[in-house]
């Protein structure tokens, strides 16, 4: 019997992360620092918002690019937050969640061949993303001494007359590194001359905590050529409601208004209306959890150079990357000892690209306690070596 399987999916490794939950689901007294997820609830006034919409039986689809009411509170965010602006009805799609805007904005631009920038380290599912829509990803280093920020140098070494996009994710997710208008400013001009366009992940960027919260889209120039992809999950702590969206000019959205339609026809109705309730009242609830992820990052960050791993202080997200090259083991050996010695669940940098090797992704959305335990663990595992 042939092999029925697609050559694209076979090309694309498993999940990195989920070797070590697996790993650590199999074993007692985990302190995981592996997920990506705040350990809040979803504020209750959102919830029951979600409620009460089910309650009035507003369970149907809804349009293909959402509630209006919904999109018109996402053009109203982009506003007041970054001076942004979008066409409610033609320049904004809700989305299941942010992979799903991930997914149909890459599809829609990407054809057999091109090549896809990426700026690494980078969230897993980037890469596997560009090979099913047929495209080549293409490793842009962010670099520690450069506190993981894409630099116009970098940019320009992996250019090519195949370059089509530039994918990004700032904050980012793993390295906590943050792009500022200056730093997007630099870059600007070296997208416009390749006639590149941009995709920008922003679904950290509420988890901003040195400087002001930036949107590239908000830069002269890269408007035009940018899809900007946000979404609920980390900013209110609704990773389980499945609530994104995308904003693009009319011409683009258009076109992956179309894959949204056949792949997803609408966004869960339920979260719809959960969305509009956040973005309208939840900024102080929004507010309160980031005051708390920055106490965590100030204490975990400390107590992680303290026990011996150098770290950088991240300026955004709810990660720690701290570096294990001077202990002369992989990163993954590192993470897998720690995990069946002294049951810490870290995730090895390798799995988020080139420029994560050497490191360790720690995630510091879980109790103050616990992430005191896990570096005294952390700090004896490192006495063995």
Excluded at 48 to 68: D, K, P
Aim: aromatic share 8%.
């Amino acid at each position: 019997m042939r092999d029925f399987r697609s050559k694209r999916v076979c090309k694309i490794p498993p999940s990195g992360i989920r070797k070590f939950f697996d790993i650590a689901q199999e074993m007692e007294d985990i302190i995981s620092l592996g997920v990506g997820e705040p350990d809040y609830n979803t504020p209750w006034n959102v919830r029951e918002a979600a409620i009460r919409s089910i309650e009035q039986g507003q369970t149907a689809y809804t349009s293909n690019s959402g509630l209006n009411d919904l999109r018109n509170e996402i053009k109203n965010y982009l506003k007041r937050s970054f001076d942004v602006s979008y066409d409610a009805k033609k320049e904004i799609i809700v989305t299941t969640g942010a992979s799903e805007a991930l997914d149909i904005a890459i599809r829609s631009v990407v054809d057999p061949g091109d090549e896809v920038l990426v700026a690494d380290p980078s969230y897993i599912a980037y890469g596997a993303g560009v090979m099913l829509a047929g495209g080549i990803p293409v490793s842009v280093p962010c670099l520690e001494k450069d506190q993981f920020r894409l630099t116009p140098d970098s940019l320009m070494e992996k250019i090519t007359p195949k370059s089509k996009v530039l994918l990004c994710n700032f904050p980012n997710n793993p390295s906590g590194g943050v792009m500022n208008r200056d730093d997007y400013k630099a870059i600007s001009d070296i997208v416009v001359d390749h006639d590149l366009l941009l995709v920008s992940d922003e679904i950290y960027t509420e988890l901003t905590y040195e400087g002001e919260k930036t949107s590239a889209a908000s830069v002269d120039d890269l408007w035009e050529r940018t899809i900007t992809i946000n979404g609920f999950s980390k900013a209110y702590s609704m990773t389980g409601w499945r609530i994104g969206y995308l904003c693009a000019p009319e011409e683009m959205c258009k076109s992956i208004l179309k894959i949204h339609q056949y792949v997803m026809l609408s966004a869960p109705t339920t979260a719809q209306y959960a969305g509009i309730e956040a973005l309208r009242n939840g900024a102080d609830s929004c507010r309160e959890m980031v005051q708390e992820y920055k106490i965590r990052r100030n204490l975990f960050v400390k107590g992680l150079n303290r026990a011996g791993l150098e770290t950088h202080m991240p300026k955004g997200a709810f990660y720690a990357f701290p570096s294990v090259k001077s202990f002369g083991i992989s990163d993954e050996e590192f993470a897998e000892r720690l995990l069946k010695e002294y049951h810490v669940a870290v995730v090895p940098g390798s799995v988020f690209g080139p420029s994560g090797k050497n490191h360790l992704r720690c995630s510091y959305a879980v109790s103050r306690e616990d992430l005191m335990i896990a570096v005294g663990k952390i700090e004896e595992f490192i006495s063995t070596l």
